[in-house]
């Protein structure tokens, strides 16, 4: 049996293939605890879908051994978008996964995508059963050949229109579950999700899109292990790289994460945090909060070159590049970099015109809010 533990001790040769035994997308520029992930989760998808498809086997078996419907009654309990009986293909076709009976039929369809590490996003979807019936009725002839799929897009991080879109791809998904994992590559980048059913004719309907979010840089945002206690204890990491504290998506990715903590996160940090009034009370008056700041010049010159810095002289490392830290005072401020040639013939001057405006703002105090129960 393949557990994390077991694949730890491989090294990341035996886990590359492994990874490609079983066609992990992008193994070959994953690291050993990224294989890890991967790997299981492959398993873990592969052995789901052997387990769906068997079960599918067994009802049709029963469904044509009795010669009723396939659940022994007159229509299956997850009925299609027509309204009849529910064969085990158009289950794995249903997206949906709540009726809208227990909300009157007013909420939504929602797909919230968070980042989970450099190469990976995490999707989930809430979809309601009027939604795949809108879908059907829309695609019409089209329907019958209409299969599930979310599909990734890149966005222009500068840009929120349409226009500023690309598609990726289309990644196969079934119905009976509620969230996938998508594998991406050269970080950092922008994406948007949309969930929804694409016709062999090409035609594509939407069911819902979700928030935006950029991935980090390979190696700045270390991985995390597939279980909500460890988006408990980071929480504020992924969300605010899944565009949490955007305006457009901050309301359905705060509602998400507050149903999977069982906690409001809250408009203060209080909240957010998990800190209780009596905690306030304690630390009244021993709040101290400073930020200052420097900057870091960097620079490469022929090797063999006398570089100064405000009249200082900047030593040049074995390739003529340099990097030294400068600090940052209130106002503007005019720093001259210049560079001599090793015979001293030559001269050139680069000046950096800088200004730093600190600001303090008010401080603003807070009620305790009270504790809500799980």
């Known amino acids: 049996m393949i557990t994390a533990d077991s694949l730890r001790t491989r090294t990341c040769k035996d886990l590359a293939q492994i990874a490609k035994q079983h066609k992990v997308d992008g193994w070959h520029s994953m690291r050993k605890e990224q294989l890890v992930m991967a790997i299981l989760r492959a398993v873990q998808k592969k052995s789901a879908k052997n387990s769906t498809a068997k079960k599918a086997a067994q009802i049709a078996a029963a469904g044509k051994r009795t010669g009723q419907a396939v659940n022994g009654r007159g229509k299956s309990p997850r009925g299609g978008a027509n309204g009849r009986a529910t064969s085990p293909h158009q289950s794995l076709k249903d997206l949906t996964?709540?009726?809208?009976?227990?909300?009157?039929?007013?909420?939504?369809?929602?797909?919230?995508?968070?980042?989970?590490?450099?190469?990976?996003?995490?999707?989930?979807?809430?979809?309601?059963?009027?939604?795949?019936?809108?879908a059907a009725a829309a695609l019409r002839h089209d329907w019958h050949t209409a299969q599930p799929v979310i599909r990734l897009l890149a966005v222009s991080a500068d840009d929120t229109t349409s226009a500023a879109e690309t598609v990726i791809r289309d990644i196969p998904i079934h119905g009976g579950v509620n969230n996938w994992y998508i594998h991406v590559e050269d970080p950092p980048a922008t994406y948007r999700l949309d969930i929804g059913y694409l016709a062999a004719s090409g035609k594509f309907y939407s069911l819902a899109r979700s928030n935006r979010v950029t991935t980090p840089p390979p190696g700045s945002y270390d991985p995390l292990d597939e279980n909500w206690r460890d988006v408990a204890e980071n929480f504020d990491k992924v969300y605010?790289?899944?565009?949490?504290?955007?305006?457009?998506?901050?309301?359905?990715?705060?509602?998400?994460?507050?149903?999977?903590?069982?906690?409001?996160?809250?408009?203060?940090?209080?909240?957010?945090?998990?800190?209780?009034?009596?905690?306030?009370?304690?630390?009244?008056?021993?709040?101290?909060?400073?930020?200052?700041?420097?900057?870091?010049?960097?620079?490469?010159?022929?090797?063999?070159?006398?570089?100064?810095?405000?009249?200082?002289?900047?030593e040049l490392r074995e390739d003529g590049s340099f990097t030294l830290r400068?600090?940052?005072?209130?106002?503007?401020?005019?720093v001259p970099v210049v560079a001599n040639t090793s015979h001293g013939t030559e001269q050139r001057t680069i000046v950096l015109a800088l200004e730093r405006n600190t600001k303090t703002l008010e401080t603003v105090v807070r009620e305790p809010e009270e504790p809500t129960a799980d």
């Not at 939504?108 to 009027?130: F, I, S």
């Not at 209780?276 to 200052?292: L, T, W």
């Not at 400068?326 to 005019?334: F, I, L, N, T, Y």
Request: with cysteine.
């Open 326 to 334: 400068v600090s940052m005072p209130e106002g503007r401020q005019v």
């Open 97 to 134: 996964t709540t009726s809208g009976a227990t909300d009157g039929g007013k909420g939504k369809d929602r797909l919230v995508v968070m980042v989970r590490d450099a190469y990976w996003l995490h999707a989930c979807w809430e979809l309601r059963r009027q939604g795949v019936e809108r």
């Open 240 to 314: 605010a790289l899944s565009g949490g504290y955007a305006r457009e998506t901050a309301g359905e990715l705060q509602e998400l994460f507050e149903e999977r903590l069982r906690r409001p996160m809250g408009a203060s940090a209080m909240t957010r945090f998990g800190i209780s009034p009596e905690k306030i009370a304690e630390s009244q008056g021993d709040f101290h909060f400073e930020v200052d700041a420097e900057m870091i010049v960097f620079g490469v010159a022929t090797p063999g070159s006398h570089v100064t810095l405000r009249g200082q002289p900047v």
